[in-house]
Protein backbone atom coordinates (compact mmCIF):
# COMPACT_ATOMS: atom_id res chain seq x y z
CA UNK A 1 0.00 0.00 0.00
CA UNK A 2 1.44 3.47 -1.09
CA UNK A 3 0.06 6.60 -0.17
CA UNK A 4 1.47 10.04 -1.70
CA UNK A 5 0.90 13.72 -2.05
CA UNK A 6 1.55 15.18 -5.42
CA UNK A 7 1.71 18.98 -6.19
CA UNK A 8 -0.30 19.35 -9.19
CA UNK A 9 2.30 20.52 -12.32
CA UNK A 10 1.25 20.86 -15.93
CA UNK A 11 3.45 18.76 -17.21
CA UNK A 12 4.51 15.07 -17.16
CA UNK A 13 7.83 15.42 -16.41
CA UNK A 14 7.64 13.28 -13.22
CA UNK A 15 5.74 10.76 -14.66
CA UNK A 16 7.74 10.37 -17.41
CA UNK A 17 10.82 9.55 -15.24
CA UNK A 18 8.38 6.80 -13.39
CA UNK A 19 8.10 5.68 -17.05
CA UNK A 20 11.40 5.23 -17.72
CA UNK A 21 11.75 3.22 -14.75
CA UNK A 22 9.25 0.70 -15.89
CA UNK A 23 10.60 -0.05 -19.24
CA UNK A 24 13.97 -1.28 -17.09
CA UNK A 25 12.12 -3.54 -15.07
CA UNK A 26 12.37 -1.38 -11.49
CA UNK A 27 8.57 0.01 -11.40
CA UNK A 28 5.37 -1.97 -11.74
CA UNK A 29 4.12 -0.87 -15.59
CA UNK A 30 1.31 1.30 -16.48
CA UNK A 31 -0.57 0.67 -18.83
CA UNK A 32 -1.93 -3.32 -19.78
CA UNK A 33 -0.62 -5.49 -22.47
CA UNK A 34 -2.04 -5.41 -25.49
CA UNK A 35 -3.71 -9.10 -25.25
CA UNK A 36 -5.35 -7.92 -22.10
CA UNK A 37 -9.84 -7.40 -22.81
CA UNK A 38 -10.19 -3.97 -20.84
CA UNK A 39 -13.59 -3.67 -21.78
CA UNK A 40 -14.54 -6.79 -19.79
CA UNK A 41 -12.06 -6.00 -17.04
CA UNK A 42 -14.05 -2.67 -16.45
CA UNK A 43 -17.10 -4.77 -16.84
CA UNK A 44 -15.45 -7.28 -13.59
CA UNK A 45 -14.55 -4.60 -11.47
CA UNK A 46 -18.13 -2.77 -12.29
CA UNK A 47 -19.70 -6.26 -11.33
CA UNK A 48 -17.96 -7.09 -8.22
CA UNK A 49 -18.34 -3.80 -7.09
CA UNK A 50 -21.94 -4.11 -7.81
CA UNK A 51 -22.14 -6.61 -4.98
CA UNK A 52 -19.98 -4.60 -2.54
CA UNK A 53 -22.43 -2.10 -2.86
CA UNK A 54 -25.67 -3.86 -2.10
CA UNK A 55 -24.47 -6.59 -0.04
CA UNK A 56 -21.50 -5.44 1.73
CA UNK A 57 -21.45 -8.52 4.25
CA UNK A 58 -21.18 -10.38 1.45
CA UNK A 59 -17.74 -12.92 1.00
CA UNK A 60 -15.14 -11.04 -0.46
CA UNK A 61 -11.02 -11.30 -0.26
CA UNK A 62 -10.62 -8.13 0.70
CA UNK A 63 -12.01 -6.00 3.85
CA UNK A 64 -14.98 -3.32 4.06
CA UNK A 65 -16.39 -1.35 6.55
CA UNK A 66 -16.07 1.81 9.03
CA UNK A 67 -14.51 -0.66 11.83
CA UNK A 68 -11.26 -1.78 9.50
CA UNK A 69 -11.05 2.04 8.19
CA UNK A 70 -10.79 2.94 11.73
CA UNK A 71 -8.42 -0.20 13.00
CA UNK A 72 -6.16 -0.33 10.32
CA UNK A 73 -6.23 2.47 8.25
CA UNK A 74 -6.29 5.26 10.72
CA UNK A 75 -9.67 6.85 10.30
CA UNK A 76 -11.05 8.03 13.41
CA UNK A 77 -14.12 5.89 14.42
CA UNK A 78 -16.34 8.44 15.74
CA UNK A 79 -16.36 10.47 12.58
CA UNK A 80 -17.37 7.42 10.65
CA UNK A 81 -19.90 6.65 13.02
CA UNK A 82 -21.05 10.06 12.52
CA UNK A 83 -21.57 9.24 8.55
CA UNK A 84 -24.83 7.41 6.98
CA UNK A 85 -24.78 3.73 7.52
CA UNK A 86 -24.98 3.30 3.73
CA UNK A 87 -21.58 5.06 3.00
CA UNK A 88 -19.43 3.18 5.50
CA UNK A 89 -20.31 -0.27 5.20
CA UNK A 90 -19.59 -0.53 1.53
CA UNK A 91 -16.47 1.34 2.28
CA UNK A 92 -12.97 -0.96 0.84
CA UNK A 93 -10.36 1.10 0.40
CA UNK A 94 -6.56 0.70 1.46
CA UNK A 95 -5.22 3.50 2.63
CA UNK A 96 -6.55 6.98 4.03
CA UNK A 97 -6.18 9.74 2.10
CA UNK A 98 -7.59 12.42 4.21
CA UNK A 99 -4.48 11.17 6.41
CA UNK A 100 -1.72 13.18 3.72
CA UNK A 101 -2.96 16.49 3.48
CA UNK A 102 -6.08 18.95 4.74
CA UNK A 103 -9.22 19.73 2.82
CA UNK A 104 -9.27 23.38 3.08
CA UNK A 105 -12.88 25.37 3.41
CA UNK A 106 -14.27 26.87 0.17
CA UNK A 107 -12.53 23.89 -1.96
CA UNK A 108 -13.64 22.06 -4.48
CA UNK A 109 -12.69 18.34 -4.35
CA UNK A 110 -12.87 15.27 -6.77
CA UNK A 111 -12.94 11.37 -5.76
CA UNK A 112 -11.86 9.05 -8.06
CA UNK A 113 -13.99 6.47 -7.61
CA UNK A 114 -15.53 7.53 -4.71
CA UNK A 115 -17.69 4.07 -4.26
CA UNK A 116 -20.34 4.60 -1.85
CA UNK A 117 -19.06 7.93 -0.38
CA UNK A 118 -17.13 7.69 2.45
CA UNK A 119 -13.96 9.42 1.26
CA UNK A 120 -16.20 11.50 -0.51
CA UNK A 121 -18.28 12.37 2.27
CA UNK A 122 -15.95 13.23 4.69
CA UNK A 123 -14.30 15.71 2.19
CA UNK A 124 -17.20 17.53 1.96
CA UNK A 125 -17.48 18.37 5.22
CA UNK A 126 -13.90 19.65 5.24
CA UNK A 127 -14.60 21.65 2.43
CA UNK A 128 -17.81 23.34 4.12
CA UNK A 129 -20.97 25.12 2.49
CA UNK A 130 -18.66 27.28 0.39
CA UNK A 131 -16.47 24.18 -1.06
CA UNK A 132 -18.21 21.41 -3.40
CA UNK A 133 -17.35 17.64 -3.19
CA UNK A 134 -17.35 15.50 -6.86
CA UNK A 135 -17.46 11.84 -6.71
CA UNK A 136 -16.68 9.86 -9.76
CA UNK A 137 -17.56 6.35 -10.10
CA UNK A 138 -18.23 3.49 -13.10
CA UNK A 139 -20.62 1.90 -10.70
CA UNK A 140 -24.24 2.67 -10.78
CA UNK A 141 -25.08 0.72 -7.51
CA UNK A 142 -22.00 2.67 -5.44
CA UNK A 143 -22.78 5.94 -7.21
CA UNK A 144 -26.50 5.44 -5.88
CA UNK A 145 -25.46 4.66 -2.09
CA UNK A 146 -23.36 8.04 -2.53
CA UNK A 147 -26.70 9.78 -3.16
CA UNK A 148 -28.58 8.33 -0.81
CA UNK A 149 -25.70 8.67 1.57
CA UNK A 150 -25.28 12.27 1.20
CA UNK A 151 -29.21 12.99 1.66
CA UNK A 152 -29.21 11.64 4.63
CA UNK A 153 -26.23 13.41 6.16
CA UNK A 154 -27.93 16.63 4.83
CA UNK A 155 -24.68 17.48 2.58
CA UNK A 156 -25.95 19.73 -0.53
CA UNK A 157 -22.54 20.74 -1.18
CA UNK A 158 -21.96 16.61 -2.75
CA UNK A 159 -22.39 16.11 -6.85
CA UNK A 160 -22.08 12.25 -7.95
CA UNK A 161 -21.10 11.56 -11.69
CA UNK A 162 -21.00 8.75 -14.05
CA UNK A 163 -17.47 7.86 -15.26
CA UNK A 164 -13.96 6.17 -14.82
CA UNK A 165 -10.64 7.82 -14.32
CA UNK A 166 -9.69 7.19 -17.79
CA UNK A 167 -12.00 9.67 -18.75
CA UNK A 168 -12.93 11.92 -15.97
CA UNK A 169 -16.38 14.03 -16.80
CA UNK A 170 -15.42 17.29 -15.07
CA UNK A 171 -13.74 20.53 -16.28
CA UNK A 172 -10.21 21.29 -16.75
CA UNK A 173 -8.43 23.03 -13.86
CA UNK A 174 -11.31 23.18 -11.78
CA UNK A 175 -10.73 21.16 -8.83
CA UNK A 176 -8.00 22.06 -5.71
CA UNK A 177 -7.66 18.53 -4.56
CA UNK A 178 -7.95 15.20 -5.71
CA UNK A 179 -8.30 11.92 -3.55
CA UNK A 180 -8.49 8.62 -4.62
CA UNK A 181 -8.11 5.19 -1.90
CA UNK A 182 -7.67 1.84 -4.09
CA UNK A 183 -8.63 2.83 -7.41
CA UNK A 184 -5.80 3.44 -10.19
CA UNK A 185 -4.41 0.06 -9.73
CA UNK A 186 -7.40 -0.97 -10.89
CA UNK A 187 -7.10 0.98 -13.86
CA UNK A 188 -6.03 -0.66 -17.45
CA UNK A 189 -4.17 2.74 -18.72
CA UNK A 190 -2.62 4.44 -15.70
CA UNK A 191 -0.67 6.73 -17.61
CA UNK A 192 -3.89 8.23 -19.02
CA UNK A 193 -5.37 8.36 -15.58
CA UNK A 194 -2.90 10.43 -14.23
CA UNK A 195 -2.87 12.61 -17.30
CA UNK A 196 -6.57 13.02 -16.59
CA UNK A 197 -5.77 14.45 -13.26
CA UNK A 198 -3.22 16.62 -14.28
CA UNK A 199 -5.91 17.82 -16.50
CA UNK A 200 -8.95 18.35 -13.69
CA UNK A 201 -6.55 19.78 -11.44
CA UNK A 202 -6.08 23.82 -11.04
CA UNK A 203 -2.34 24.99 -10.84
CA UNK A 204 -0.81 24.14 -7.58
CA UNK A 205 -3.60 21.42 -6.51
CA UNK A 206 -3.12 18.51 -4.74
CA UNK A 207 -3.41 14.82 -5.55
CA UNK A 208 -3.83 12.53 -2.03
CA UNK A 209 -3.95 8.85 -3.17
CA UNK A 210 -3.77 5.86 -1.29
CA UNK A 211 -3.30 2.67 -3.76
CA UNK A 212 -1.93 -0.54 -4.05
CA UNK A 213 2.01 -0.91 -5.39
CA UNK A 214 4.07 -4.03 -6.01
CA UNK A 215 7.44 -3.98 -5.78
CA UNK A 216 8.36 -7.05 -8.27
CA UNK A 217 6.91 -6.19 -11.65
CA UNK A 218 4.61 -9.16 -12.65
CA UNK A 219 5.05 -11.02 -16.18
CA UNK A 220 2.58 -10.47 -18.90
CA UNK A 221 0.62 -13.79 -17.99
CA UNK A 222 0.02 -12.80 -14.81
CA UNK A 223 -1.06 -9.05 -16.01
CA UNK A 224 -3.40 -10.44 -18.57
CA UNK A 225 -5.31 -12.63 -16.10
CA UNK A 226 -8.79 -11.09 -15.01
CA UNK A 227 -9.37 -12.77 -12.51
CA UNK A 228 -6.26 -11.66 -10.67
CA UNK A 229 -6.68 -8.38 -11.04
CA UNK A 230 -10.31 -8.57 -9.73
CA UNK A 231 -9.25 -11.04 -7.22
Known amino acids: MAVA ?25 ISCPSALDTRRLKEEVSTLYSRVATSPDGDFHFHRGPNYAAEFLGYDL ?14 AGVGN ?60 NVEVRAGDAEELPVDDASVDVVISNGVLNLVPDKRKAYSEIARVLRPGGRLLLADISVETPLDEDIRCDIDLWTG
Not at 6 to 24: G, L, N, S
Not at 114 to 143: E, F, N, W, Y
Open 78 to 91: HELTALPAASTASF
Open 97 to 156: PHSIGSIQPGETVLDIGCGAGMDLLLAAKRAGPSGHAIGVDMTAAMRERALVAASEAGLN
Open 5 to 29: EVRAVRDMTHYAAIEEKAREGRATA
